[in-house]
């Protein structure tokens, strides 16, 4: 079993920056590849970005390329997600997932998720 619980997450004006935090605890943290979703009220949940087990490969949704970094210190048992240059549009839960093997961009084959965090843009 892997548990995640992620924070960072608040109101920010567009323009401006936060950075989500997805704490690990159970099995093995260093072996699977971590994606980060998001759900905006009415929407579907969607892909935001997911990076490999060791962090040398990363992969982004096409909408926030360049604001967006994701990264991982296997050391913490930790993934961050760097937000740049928020926009409304960016205000959804997000959520973090784990699961063994590589990354991916479909929510269903991760099967361990934290509770989210609620990130909100202002324009």
């Known amino acids: 079993q892997v548990q995640l619980v992620e924070s960072g997450g608040g109101l920010v004006q567009a323009g401006g920056s936060l950075r989500l935090s997805c704490a690990a605890s159970?099995?093995?943290?260093?072996?699977?590849?971590k994606g980060w979703f998001r759900q905006a009220p009415g929407k579907e949940r969607e892909f935001v970005a997911a990076?490999?087990?060791?962090?040398?490969?990363?992969y982004y949704a096409d909408s926030v390329k360049g604001r967006l970094t994701i990264s991982r210190d296997n050391t913490k048992n930790t993934v961050y997600l760097q937000m740049n240059n928020l926009k409304p549009e960016d205000t959804a839960v997000y959520s973090c997932?784990?699961?063994?093997?590589?990354?991916?961009?479909?929510?269903?084959?991760?099967?361990?998720w934290g509770q989210g965090t609620q990130v909100t843009v202002s324009s």
């Open positions: 997932a784990a699961r063994s093997g590589g990354y991916s961009t479909v929510t269903l084959v991760y099967p361990y």
């Open positions: 159970g099995r093995t943290f260093s072996s699977y590849a």
């Open positions: 990076i490999s087990w060791s962090g040398g490969s990363t």
